[in-house]
Protein backbone atom coordinates (compact mmCIF):
# COMPACT_ATOMS: atom_id res chain seq x y z
CA UNK A 1 0.00 0.00 0.00
CA UNK A 2 2.98 2.21 0.91
CA UNK A 3 4.22 1.62 -2.81
CA UNK A 4 0.70 3.02 -4.21
CA UNK A 5 1.13 5.63 -1.99
CA UNK A 6 4.31 6.88 -2.87
CA UNK A 7 3.93 6.53 -6.79
CA UNK A 8 0.70 8.10 -6.78
CA UNK A 9 2.39 11.24 -4.78
CA UNK A 10 5.31 11.26 -6.97
CA UNK A 11 2.88 11.57 -10.02
CA UNK A 12 1.34 14.07 -8.08
CA UNK A 13 3.43 16.49 -7.51
CA UNK A 14 5.32 15.76 -11.12
CA UNK A 15 1.87 16.69 -12.76
CA UNK A 16 0.83 18.90 -10.24
CA UNK A 17 -0.73 21.94 -12.79
CA UNK A 18 -2.88 19.73 -14.61
CA UNK A 19 -4.39 18.40 -11.47
CA UNK A 20 -4.92 21.63 -11.13
CA UNK A 21 -6.17 21.93 -14.00
CA UNK A 22 -8.69 19.67 -14.33
CA UNK A 23 -10.24 20.20 -10.66
CA UNK A 24 -10.71 23.85 -11.99
CA UNK A 25 -12.74 22.62 -15.17
CA UNK A 26 -14.60 20.23 -13.42
CA UNK A 27 -15.48 23.01 -10.81
CA UNK A 28 -16.09 24.99 -13.63
CA UNK A 29 -18.41 22.99 -15.40
CA UNK A 30 -20.34 22.05 -11.54
CA UNK A 31 -20.40 26.08 -11.03
CA UNK A 32 -22.55 26.40 -14.96
CA UNK A 33 -24.00 23.39 -14.61
CA UNK A 34 -25.80 24.48 -11.36
CA UNK A 35 -26.06 28.03 -12.49
CA UNK A 36 -28.72 26.55 -15.56
CA UNK A 37 -30.30 24.18 -13.39
CA UNK A 38 -31.18 26.90 -11.18
CA UNK A 39 -31.99 29.12 -13.75
CA UNK A 40 -35.22 26.38 -15.02
CA UNK A 41 -38.43 26.76 -14.11
CA UNK A 42 -40.55 23.98 -12.39
CA UNK A 43 -42.54 23.78 -15.41
CA UNK A 44 -39.96 23.49 -17.72
CA UNK A 45 -38.39 20.59 -15.26
CA UNK A 46 -41.50 18.53 -16.19
CA UNK A 47 -40.69 18.89 -20.16
CA UNK A 48 -36.93 17.07 -19.28
CA UNK A 49 -38.66 14.08 -19.07
CA UNK A 50 -38.76 11.42 -17.45
CA UNK A 51 -36.76 8.09 -18.50
CA UNK A 52 -37.98 4.61 -17.78
CA UNK A 53 -35.81 2.16 -15.89
CA UNK A 54 -34.12 0.39 -18.46
CA UNK A 55 -33.72 3.72 -20.23
CA UNK A 56 -31.70 5.40 -17.59
CA UNK A 57 -29.53 2.07 -17.35
CA UNK A 58 -28.57 2.43 -21.00
CA UNK A 59 -27.98 6.40 -20.68
CA UNK A 60 -25.79 5.70 -17.67
CA UNK A 61 -23.78 3.47 -18.73
CA UNK A 62 -23.37 5.10 -22.46
CA UNK A 63 -22.38 8.33 -20.70
CA UNK A 64 -19.96 7.10 -18.56
CA UNK A 65 -18.32 4.70 -21.50
CA UNK A 66 -18.10 7.68 -24.16
CA UNK A 67 -16.52 9.85 -21.58
CA UNK A 68 -13.86 6.86 -20.44
CA UNK A 69 -13.43 6.60 -24.39
CA UNK A 70 -12.63 10.13 -25.18
CA UNK A 71 -10.46 10.87 -22.50
CA UNK A 72 -8.75 6.89 -23.64
CA UNK A 73 -8.42 8.41 -27.39
CA UNK A 74 -7.32 11.68 -26.28
CA UNK A 75 -4.24 9.71 -24.65
CA UNK A 76 -3.54 8.51 -28.02
CA UNK A 77 -3.63 11.43 -29.95
CA UNK A 78 -1.86 14.33 -28.88
CA UNK A 79 -3.57 16.77 -30.86
CA UNK A 80 -6.63 15.56 -29.65
CA UNK A 81 -5.75 16.41 -25.87
CA UNK A 82 -8.36 19.37 -25.63
CA UNK A 83 -11.18 16.27 -25.13
CA UNK A 84 -9.98 14.90 -21.67
CA UNK A 85 -10.41 18.75 -21.07
CA UNK A 86 -13.93 19.22 -21.98
CA UNK A 87 -14.73 16.09 -20.74
CA UNK A 88 -14.04 17.35 -17.37
CA UNK A 89 -16.21 20.29 -18.13
CA UNK A 90 -18.77 18.27 -19.30
CA UNK A 91 -19.38 15.81 -16.39
CA UNK A 92 -19.05 18.71 -14.11
CA UNK A 93 -22.17 20.59 -16.18
CA UNK A 94 -24.11 17.55 -15.52
CA UNK A 95 -23.41 16.71 -12.18
CA UNK A 96 -23.92 20.15 -11.29
CA UNK A 97 -26.93 20.47 -13.09
CA UNK A 98 -28.54 17.24 -11.99
CA UNK A 99 -27.89 18.33 -8.26
CA UNK A 100 -29.15 21.92 -8.83
CA UNK A 101 -32.34 20.38 -10.59
CA UNK A 102 -33.02 18.07 -7.79
CA UNK A 103 -32.50 20.52 -5.35
CA UNK A 104 -34.50 23.29 -6.34
CA UNK A 105 -37.47 21.05 -7.52
CA UNK A 106 -37.53 18.87 -4.18
CA UNK A 107 -36.01 21.36 -1.70
CA UNK A 108 -34.58 18.99 1.33
CA UNK A 109 -36.17 15.81 -0.01
CA UNK A 110 -33.84 16.64 -3.36
CA UNK A 111 -30.61 17.50 -1.48
CA UNK A 112 -31.13 13.97 0.70
CA UNK A 113 -31.84 12.19 -2.91
CA UNK A 114 -28.67 13.46 -4.11
CA UNK A 115 -26.68 13.26 -1.20
CA UNK A 116 -27.78 9.36 -0.40
CA UNK A 117 -28.17 8.17 -4.35
CA UNK A 118 -25.21 10.49 -6.06
CA UNK A 119 -22.84 11.33 -3.88
CA UNK A 120 -21.28 7.79 -2.89
CA UNK A 121 -20.64 6.81 -6.18
CA UNK A 122 -19.05 10.43 -7.88
CA UNK A 123 -16.71 9.54 -4.72
CA UNK A 124 -15.29 6.55 -6.68
CA UNK A 125 -15.84 8.32 -9.84
CA UNK A 126 -14.33 11.77 -9.98
CA UNK A 127 -10.77 10.84 -9.08
CA UNK A 128 -10.83 7.98 -11.71
CA UNK A 129 -11.75 10.65 -14.17
CA UNK A 130 -9.31 13.48 -12.68
CA UNK A 131 -6.53 11.09 -12.87
CA UNK A 132 -7.46 9.67 -16.49
CA UNK A 133 -7.74 13.18 -17.70
CA UNK A 134 -4.23 14.17 -16.16
CA UNK A 135 -2.52 10.98 -17.78
CA UNK A 136 -3.94 11.36 -20.89
CA UNK A 137 -1.27 14.47 -21.26
CA UNK A 138 1.15 12.29 -21.02
CA UNK A 139 0.69 9.13 -22.36
CA UNK A 140 0.92 9.04 -26.32
CA UNK A 141 0.30 5.10 -26.68
CA UNK A 142 1.92 3.92 -23.35
CA UNK A 143 0.90 0.48 -22.76
CA UNK A 144 1.28 1.06 -19.07
CA UNK A 145 -1.18 3.82 -19.45
CA UNK A 146 -3.20 2.25 -21.38
CA UNK A 147 -3.69 -0.80 -19.20
CA UNK A 148 -4.53 1.44 -16.12
CA UNK A 149 -6.98 3.34 -18.50
CA UNK A 150 -8.60 -0.53 -19.20
CA UNK A 151 -8.67 -0.81 -15.27
CA UNK A 152 -10.16 2.02 -14.25
CA UNK A 153 -12.26 2.34 -17.79
CA UNK A 154 -14.08 -0.95 -16.02
CA UNK A 155 -14.20 0.47 -12.39
CA UNK A 156 -16.44 3.39 -14.14
CA UNK A 157 -18.71 1.11 -16.08
CA UNK A 158 -19.19 -1.01 -12.79
CA UNK A 159 -20.22 2.29 -10.96
CA UNK A 160 -22.34 3.16 -14.16
CA UNK A 161 -24.09 0.24 -14.00
CA UNK A 162 -24.43 0.74 -10.06
CA UNK A 163 -25.70 4.59 -11.16
CA UNK A 164 -28.15 2.65 -13.82
CA UNK A 165 -29.06 -0.49 -12.10
CA UNK A 166 -29.12 -0.16 -8.12
CA UNK A 167 -29.55 3.25 -7.60
CA UNK A 168 -33.01 3.37 -9.21
CA UNK A 169 -34.27 0.60 -7.19
CA UNK A 170 -32.86 2.29 -4.14
CA UNK A 171 -34.11 5.62 -5.33
CA UNK A 172 -37.79 4.47 -5.81
CA UNK A 173 -38.09 3.06 -2.65
CA UNK A 174 -36.52 6.41 -0.78
CA UNK A 175 -38.98 8.43 -2.91
CA UNK A 176 -41.96 6.06 -1.24
CA UNK A 177 -40.93 7.05 1.83
CA UNK A 178 -40.01 10.63 1.48
Avoid at 46 to 52: E, K, W
Wanted: glycine content about 12%.
Amino acid sequence: MRIISNGFREHFIANKKKYFLIIFLLVLGLVVGATYGKGISLGQMGTLGVLDFWGAFYKSISIDARIWGLILLAGCVKKLRVIALISAIIKGFVIGFTFASLTIGFGIKGLLLVLIASLPSLLFLLPILIYMCVCSFGACFSAKWLIRCGFLGVIMLVMGVVNGFVLPIFLSAMIKIL
